[in-house]
């Protein structure tokens, strides 16, 4: 089974710097997917960016990217330029799926407080 | 457009009431989910439709019973709640299956949520 690990609860951060949110997963599938998910304090989960892990080149979408190391099984979000609106929870994901569709396994998250 | 709506945002309701929950896409997509947050706890998923038909339920107790009326409606009826179900109540939805790149792309948008407070 599919496992993710964040190992930052919580992690500050001057605004206009980047940050970086560590993600470490666990599967023993070949082809897999990871997420990473905004959450602020609406409720609402904003999807950020993804990676397949045969993706050759890291992920970028606008301010965010993601920082794949498959060997380590690790996949940071990075933040760069950060605003007070990044303030938030911030879930990496990986799809527990097959046929019957598709189960999302989050990490514990973290908590994202950019300061003024 | 990647937009889910739930409705309502807030729901009070007492452990005998029943009450349901809704959720809606226009993405043409053909699987929906449920998943059950509580404070400061990531989501668990409760039930996957796919093509309208119920593929994955998560053990969920039977009070909680969901209904996919057609390819863009997926509801939730509550009935019999107990205060610990009190939580945000999370529907997204995802392409769905079929083709060669299968479900580990799948990418899953989500609605604002459901707060839901049983009394």
């Known amino acids: 089974a599919q496992k993710i690990t964040q190992t930052q609860p919580g992690m500050f951060v001057q605004e206009k710097e980047a940050v970086t949110l560590d993600c470490t997963y666990d599967t023993s599938d070949q082809s897999y997917g990871l997420f990473w998910y905004k959450q602020p304090s609406s409720g609402e989960m904003i999807f950020l960016i993804y990676?397949?892990?045969?993706?050759?080149q890291n992920a970028t979408e606008g301010r965010y990217s993601l920082n794949f190391q498959k060997a380590r099984k690790s996949a940071n979000l990075v933040i760069s330029a950060s605003q007070l609106g990044d303030s938030a929870m911030y879930f990496c994901a990986m799809l527990e799926g097959d046929n019957q569709g598709g189960k999302l396994i989050f990490g514990q998250g973290t908590e994202l407080s950019v300061k003024p | 457009d990647t937009e889910v709506t739930q409705t309502p945002k807030h729901l009070v309701m007492g452990m005998t009431n029943k009450k349901s929950l809704k959720c809606e896409q226009h993405m043409g997509h053909r699987a929906m989910y449920w998943y059950k947050q509580k404070a400061k706890k990531p989501p668990e998923l409760m039930f996957v439709?796919?093509?309208?038909?119920?593929?994955i339920n998560e053990s969920v107790p039977s009070r909680f019973s969901p209904e996919c009326p057609n390819s863009s409606l997926l509801n939730l009826h509550l009935h019999a709640l107990q205060p610990e179900d009190s939580a945000l109540y999370l529907c997204?939805?995802?392409?769905?299956?079929?083709?060669?790149?299968?479900?580990?792309?799948?990418?899953?948008?989500f609605g604002p949520g459901t707060r839901l407070l049983v009394l």
């Open positions: 439709y796919s093509y309208e038909k119920l593929s």
């Open positions: 997204a939805s995802s392409q769905g299956p079929g083709g060669l790149a299968g479900w580990g792309t799948e990418t899953q948008y």
């Open positions: 990676q397949g892990s045969y993706d050759e």
